[in-house]
């Protein structure tokens, strides 16, 4: 591989080549190029100092800063692993994943941490960066050594990290930047937290092409959005579905909009076609790139830019340098048009489950020529000319009256629905029939009467709650499992 092996050589080539520029702002405080891989050769030099060794495990929970992304780099400086945390992870989920991954430090400004573990806060963490010696690189780092760890959620067990090698998260991060194009000019307005991956590879994508991160606070995931964005003067907004609708809802009430604003990349979940159309009335300028991937992946696939009016559905076609096959349930490989679950193959496929082999061996595998695949557990086909169409997880499909029904597909017509901000399907359990869930200025009869306009009535479920906010997770997507338990007393069962 040509360029760098490693995370933190990306960092370094940049800071040579554009040493001045900008590389990260977080409130009022920016970092230029070379400013950051100081500040994260010194703390580099301070982990090791306090005993954190190659293929340990450094936990952060911070408040987003320009420190964050310095403290990434000095991890991978010194051969160990990060793990971002979002603010919210406490308690028992905290407990959970310091007991899971043994970390040798927790980098946290939260005083209520169990006994026996070694915590640094903020204010040491910045005193390190600006005063500590530089630390010198590990020697012997191998580019398929842990860097990253991702915890992802699963429908019958605890939280699992992934387990992320420099090989892949240089190899995705690479095919992505090819694919959207982000440019030195550019300012990337990133309202998603670090412990979302796609939050995340925004500072990777920003090494790649000197584009300058501009990290958002959590108000601007929300209401502050559209202040935000015209705060930092981004050309580029990396959103889920729930953030471009949150700014749809914005640019309705704004006498201004954010004239700098050229392309809005998002992923996480399907994008509505009316959220989609909306945003392109309100900002005639602005070009869409939808994406679709996993942290098993990181990315699968990527639509060129304003691809969906063209092929409306589809999630794009396969990254550079990897391959998509929609398996049937005997596994044999399905021609296009025909709907099953996608298995990935490629560089980007991770190295499986942290001490999760039972789960690793069932989700990832080694094809005869030796390449690693993932079993996704995601289904929908690929059409002719390689594109995918997302029908949903195992989850998001169901029996109604006899019919396999798509969760997505009724997500995605009821937001056509006039007045419906947002909506979420709760699958039927095995006594209870599909809830339909919608906020907005709307009541429950009219939702069910336009969208059995829509789709087909068979697909329509028999009940609909309508809820003032949308609960979402720290990631900025709909919270199915806060969704499910705030209409738990108005299920059907009959």
Known sequence: MNGPRLLHELLDDRARATPDTVAVTAGDTSLTQDQLRQASLRLAGWLSAIGVRRGDRVVLRLPGSVLAPA????????GAAFCVLHEQVRGPA??????????????TDDNSVPPGTTVYDTAAIARAAAEHPPGAETAGIEDSDPVCLIYTSGSTSLPKAVITGHRQLLFAARAIAAEIR?????????????????????????AISGARICLGAPAEGGVALLSGLERARATVLAATPPIAETLVWLLGRARTTPATLRLLTTTGAAMPALT???????LPGLRLQIMYGLTECKRVSIMPPDEDLRRPGASGRPLPGTEVAVLGPDDAVLPPGEIGEFV???????????????QTERCFGLTDDGRRFLRTGDFGRLDSDGYLYVDGRRDDVYKERGHRVSVLEIEAAVREVPGVRSAAVVPP????????VVSGPVTAAEVLARLRTLIEPYKVPRRCVVIGEMPLTG????????VAELIGGVRVTS
């Not at 990337?188 to 925004?202: K, T």
């Open 344 to 358: 990935v193959r490629g560089p980007h496929v991770m190295a499986g489950y942290w001490r999760r082999a039972e």
């Open 94 to 107: 905290l407990d959970h994943v310091l007991s899971d991954l043994e970390p040798a430090v927790l980098l």
């Open 182 to 206: 982000y440019t030195a000019a550019d300012i990337v307005f990133v309202p998603l937290p670090l412990a979302f991956d796609y939050g995340l590879y925004q500072l990777f994508l920003g």
């Open 71 to 78: 403290v990434l780099y000095a991890v991978s400086r010194i």
């Open 429 to 436: 359990g095995a006594d209870a029939h599909a809830v339909l």
């Open 276 to 282: 989609a159309r909306a945003l392109r009335a309100a």
């Open 475 to 482: 990631n900025g997507k709909v919270d199915r499992a806060a």
